[in-house]
């Protein structure tokens, strides 16, 4: 996938050995980039991501950076329409991490490479 390189790669097959084998859903809450609500009643929280695994986070979200904001041409399309809705740096980034785990997660599981042109 562009904007990921080698030494991201390795560090989430290391660490995460779910890759390929769980939903998407699931990927996205080890991963720590899936959004929680903090609803109770009629009211409506603001939605954070919490959890999961700090240092593959750490990892994912830094490569995730610079995948959106220049190398990735499909995520960069992602975080611009985010970057639209006039949401907070994190918020804009944490929909593109759970993006790109999902599609990470989809291409294992399938046995494929990245195809931009698949993809859209």
Do not use: H
């Not at 790669?9 to 720590?32: D, F, H, T, Y």
């Amino acid at each position: 996938m562009p904007g990921l390189a080698e030494t991201t790669a390795a560090g989430l097959i290391a660490a995460m050995p779910e890759l390929g084998q769980v939903s998407n859903k699931a990927i996205s809450a080890l991963l720590g980039v899936a959004p929680y609500d903090d609803d109770s009643g009629k009211r409506r929280g603001e939605r954070q991501i919490k959890g999961g695994r700090r240092r593959v986070r750490n990892l994912f979200y830094m490569a995730c950076l610079g995948a959106a904001t220049g190398n990735n041409p499909m995520l960069k399309a992602f975080y611009q329409r985010c970057w639209q809705k006039e949401r907070r740096r994190r918020s804009r980034l944490s929909p593109a991490c759970a993006s790109s785990s999902s599609i990470l997660n989809t291409l294992i599981a399938r046995g494929e490479k990245w195809d931009a042109v698949a993809t859209r």
